[in-house]
């Protein structure tokens, strides 16, 4: 399954990132972070103890840097994802968010 996203030049990567609560995820869910944008979903309540964290491209390598900010100073725990091919091999991650207030920052740097 596609989505159709903005035209965007052949050399500016793009993939689907997207975080999610629930076990059972919903593609429709997906949102696009293009070559060089930051997208973030914030977590207030502490109920949420964990999200899922799936990113794949279509086809171009997968670059991004991963950030959980947790806490009141807002220390960030940073993860680097890098592949060759985001399609055969997206990237999946369970990130732990205890005692909330947390927020995840999915950043694509791919060049």
């Not at 399954?1 to 689907?16: I, K, M, N, V």
């Not at 997906?30 to 109920?47: C, D, E, F, K, M």
């Not at 994802?81 to 205890?98: D, H, K, L, M």
Request: proline content about 11%.
């Amino acid at each position: 399954q596609s989505r159709e996203a903005p035209p965007t030049p052949l050399d500016a990567p793009r993939y689907l990132g997207r975080t999610i609560q629930s076990k059972v995820p919903n593609a429709a869910d997906a949102i696009l972070v293009q070559g060089g944008s930051l997208r973030t979903w914030s977590y207030r309540s502490p109920a949420v103890e964990q999200v899922q964290v799936e990113l794949s491209t279509e086809g171009r390598p997968l670059d991004a840097d991963i950030e959980l900010w947790h806490g009141p100073d807002n220390t960030p725990c940073k993860m680097r994802v890098y592949n060759e091919n985001g399609q055969v091999r997206p990237f999946s991650a369970v990130i732990e968010t205890p005692r909330g207030p947390n927020t995840v920052a999915i950043r694509n740097i791919g060049q």
